[in-house]
């Protein structure tokens, strides 16, 4: 499992930060695969490696639209390290791609959206006081409020424990989702605090993956996440 720290204050790293500026689109479809013309005006954002032994590449893109936030992960891999079949399980305890969202720094309350290479999910409102933190799952979780998704595997099926070459996964997160947490819908020019993970277990030890890799292997270090410039 993560290094989900609590009961530290969390203090702001003199350290570099990763910042991206997310283009604006028109709404699209998800295929899983990234195949949409329109992630072709995003830039790939590589993730690096903070801790574990694994050596896959991965790589991220982020637009959005009037509605939301969109994201894309390719991840190289050798066996989708996934079990659980639930949405809203503990699926960061197998291979997962994790995206976190702060847009209100005056707040410490912050969006938190895994998905598993099945595609399944866990979306949750994180309140973190001094390095406490404790997760909410969302309410009336349908229509305009509802996250888009799809997965897809490559180099073999996707399924549970299957051989592959790799996976990617798209989702968009709607700013109607992220409602009361201030900021809401992003003006061009605004700017939010996020960072962008990926966790696999291939091996006997977790190996994680970080945009923003100044965070180090404490996810829930918001602080210290990056900037995402909305264009």
């Known amino acids: 499992m993560k290094d989900r720290q609590a009961g530290e204050t969390q203090e702001i790293k003199e350290?570099?930060?990763?910042?991206?500026?997310?283009?604006?689109?028109?709404?699209?479809d998800l295929t899983g695969d990234g195949s949409?013309?329109?992630?072709?005006?995003?830039?790939?954002?590589?993730?690096?490696?903070?801790?574990g032994?694994?050596?896959?590449?991965?790589?991220?893109?982020?637009?959005?639209s009037e509605a939301g936030i969109y994201f894309?992960?390719?991840?190289?891999?050798?066996k989708l390290t996934c079990t659980k079949?639930?949405?809203?399980d503990n699926i960061f305890q197998e291979d997962v791609v994790e995206v976190f969202l702060w847009p209100n720094e005056d707040?410490?309350?912050?969006?938190?959206?895994?998905?598993?290479?099945?595609g399944v999910e866990l979306p949750i409102l994180v309140g973190n006081h001094d390095g406490g933190f404790m997760g909410w799952l969302p309410w009336n979780y349908e229509g305009g409020r509802k996250t888009r998704k799809a997965t897809a595997a490559r180099g073999g099926q996707k399924a549970s424990m299957a051989a592959v070459?790799?996976?990617t996964v798209e989702f968009f997160i709607p700013f109607g989702l992220l409602r009361g947490l201030g900021n809401m819908p992003p003006q061009p020019g605004m700017k939010w605090r996020a960072n962008i993970y990926r966790i696999d277990y291939d091996a006997n030890e977790p190996t994680q993956w970080a945009w923003d890799n100044a965070i180090g292997t404490n996810f829930h270090d918001f602080r210290n996440f990056g900037t995402i410039v909305f264009e």
């Open 107 to 118: 707040e410490n309350f912050y969006f938190e959206y895994e998905i598993s290479p099945l």
């Open 165 to 167: 070459d790799g996976w």
């Open 85 to 88: 079949t639930q949405d809203f």
């Open 15 to 28: 350290v570099p930060r990763m910042e991206m500026t997310v283009k604006k689109t028109d709404d699209f």
């Open 36 to 51: 949409a013309a329109e992630w072709e005006a995003a830039d790939w954002q590589p993730l690096v490696r903070v801790n």
């Open 72 to 78: 894309l992960v390719d991840c190289e891999d050798t």
């Open 53 to 64: 032994p694994g050596t896959y590449a991965t790589r991220a893109k982020v637009l959005y």
